[in-house]
Nanobody, 124 residues
Framework: QVHLVESGGGLVQAGGSLRLSCSAS????????VGWFRQAPGLEREFVAY????????YYGDAVKGRFIISRGHARNTVYLEMNSLKPEGEAVYYC?????????????????WGQGTQVIVSS
């Protein structure tokens, strides 16, 4: 278990950009894969992006492919989600989750540690 903290959410106009951060104080975090998910009111939690523990591998959900970029900091203890060309349907609470088995899963149920989430509001 790691304690994850997301930050960087806020209000942005449609077409704008935001960068979210996910960090943990535990050193083991830099050996875990990390997934980003989002959840809008009344909807299921949706996979957004994943990055491997090395930072060398990543993939994206179809809804954000080509617009979002996931990356890891140099020490691998912070994971970023750069969100570009935001759409109104991207308004949600965004969560990061740790993948200690480095499974690369896009299913929320495969993740054990979650942050508290950060709200993204997209105005049209």
């Amino acid at each position: 278990q790691v304690h994850l903290v997301e930050s960087g959410g806020g209000l942005v106009q449609a077409g704008g950009s935001l960068r979210l951060s996910c960090s943990a104080s535990e050193r083991t975090f830099n050996r875990y894969g990390v997934g980003w998910f989002r959840q809008a009111p009344g909807l299921e939690r949706e996979f957004v992006a994943y990055i491997s523990w090395t930072g060398g591998g990543s993939y994206y959900g179809d809804a954000v492919k080509g617009r979002f970029i996931i990356s890891r900091g140099h020490a691998r203890n912070t994971v970023y989600l750069e969100m570009n060309s935001l759409k109104p349907e991207g308004e949600a609470v965004y969560y990061c989750a740790a993948d200690p088995l480095n499974s690369g899963s896009n299913y929320p149920s495969d993740y054990g540690s979650w942050g508290q989430g950060t709200q993204v509001i997209v105005s049209s």
